[in-house]
């Protein structure tokens, strides 16, 4: 139905940036909703940042100031600018997207990225 695919990990020295994008497809009527979530190992997923169809976002305290989520309607894609990183930005960060299909309009569902590795260290 929909498919999502994460690029832009990797290794960053503390201080450093990345950007993360992921690019929906598939047979998509709307999506409402496009976030980026991240968990490591013993702790639960968290969200980091959100943003909604209408433009307006949401972020995790830790990451405020430093992190801009931005989407590209055109293209179905959200991007994580990540600025000013540190260690503990360390995690496997997930693309989730609330979206519904052509061929269920009516029945909005939640997908998720394969994951994408972030590690902050000297």
């Known amino acids: 139905q929909v498919h999502l695919v994460e690029s832009g990990g990797g290794l960053v020295q503390p201080g450093g940036s990345l950007r993360l994008s992921c690019a929906a497809s598939?047979?998509?009527?709307?999506?409402?909703?496009m976030a980026w979530y991240r968990q490591v190992p013993g702790k639960q997923r968290e969200l980091v940042a959100g943003?909604?169809?209408?433009?307006?976002?949401n972020y995790a305290d830790s990451v405020k100031g430093r992190f801009t989520i931005s989407r590209d309607n055109a293209r179905n894609t959200v991007t994580l600018q990540m600025n000013t990183q540190k260690p503990e930005d360390t995690a496997v960060y997930y693309c989730?997207?609330?979206?519904?299909?052509?061929?269920?309009?009516?029945?909005?569902?939640?997908?998720w990225g394969q994951g994408t590795q972030v590690s902050v260290s000297s």
């Open positions: 943003i909604i169809d209408g433009g307006t976002t």
């Open positions: 598939g047979s998509i009527f709307s999506i409402n909703f």
């Open positions: 989730n997207v609330v979206a519904r299909t052509s061929q269920a309009p009516g029945v909005p569902r939640n997908y």
